[in-house]
């Protein structure tokens, strides 16, 4: 298992959304963030801002899954044909354990599954 996170314009966050339910990877933690990349903000006028707001989106995927899903996010969250400075990146972390509380069940990367004592 997986995990992908990638950091998309807030504009953007429905079409990826969408994408991914299309595609059938509708489990996806959405979280509002700010930052910057390499840009270093955009600059207007005098003012810098340094503070650009974005969206964090986490999915947990099969190993299989991870090129399929990371093109979908690309395609939804690319501005236009060739893209632009700030439509974000994509991280990919491998998942040891998964827990599920209301069940208390752990899956492994492997597939197997065990209920944990409570």
Known sequence: MIMIR?????EKV???LAALM???FPAV??????????QR????????YDEIPKELLLLVVKDEDKDFVINTIIKAAK????????????FV???????????G????????TMEVAI
């Open 6 to 10: 990638s950091i998309v314009r807030p």
């Open 14 to 16: 429905d079409d990826v």
């Open 22 to 24: 299309d595609a059938v």
């Open 29 to 38: 933690t959405k979280i509002s963030v700010v930052g910057r990349g390499k």
């Open 41 to 48: 903000g955009i600059k207007i006028g005098e003012i810098t």
């Open 79 to 90: 501005t236009g044909e060739k893209g632009a400075f700030g439509d974000g990146k994509i």
């Open 93 to 103: 972390s491998p998942v040891e354990e998964v827990y599920t509380i209301s069940s």
């Open 105 to 112: 069940i752990r899956e492994m990367p492997d597939g197997t």
